[in-house]
């Protein structure tokens, strides 16, 4: 391109692909368990060009979304690779004119009354990390004290890609 970004081609995708049946890494884990908050981890939905993260979050005497909406996830691989949600100042381009890994948000669910919140909250990691460990954080000022997270494995994520399956061939 004429302002020296690689082409739309070779930019990192922005959501996962409409024709790849994903591989499904069962994750399981609590980031945030309180009382009256609860944000999980359930599952990977892996391609070959990213991985969907979906988040489940709850909260218990709240009437609103606004906790949730007030809440930062970081996703760590190594010293050297992370991405935060809604980061607006981090770099789309490594130097080598790869793209930099980026997390953000492709979509969520979400509904409330009596007194409880409930979302499905769905992040997009792109490209696919690097095969090393890795770990999501959240950060949530409402919470407490933190950050709350769990591992990522970055090869396990990578051999899941090999896993998706094309629609068409």
Not at 41 to 53: A, D, E, Q, T
Not at 64 to 88: C, H, N, P, V
Not at 145 to 161: T, V
Request: charged residues 20%.
């Amino acid at each position: 391109m004429r302002n020296g970004e690689p082409d739309f081609g070779d930019r990192p995708s922005m959501g996962p692909s409409n024709d790849v049946l994903a591989a499904i890494m069962p994750v399981g884990v609590f980031l945030i368990h309180t009382e009256r908050i609860v944000v999980a981890l359930s599952h990977l939905s892996v391609y070959p060009n990213g991985c969907s993260l979906e988040v489940r979050e709850s909260a218990l005497g709240l009437d609103t979304f606004d906790i949730f909406e007030r809440m930062m996830f970081i996703a760590q691989f190594g010293a050297e690779t992370t991405a935060k949600l809604w980061d607006k100042t981090a770099p789309r381009w490594l130097p080598d004119g790869k793209p930099a890994l980026m997390l953000t948000e492709h979509g969520y669910e979400a509904y409330g009354g009596s007194g409880r919140v409930h979302r499905t909250h769905k992040l997009w990691l792109a490209p696919l990390p690097p095969p090393e460990p890795g770990l999501l954080s959240v950060v949530s000022t409402d919470v407490g004290s933190g950050p709350y997270g769990c591992p990522l494995d970055g090869r396990a994520i990578a051999a899941a890609s090999a896993e998706a399956k094309p629609y068409w061939r």
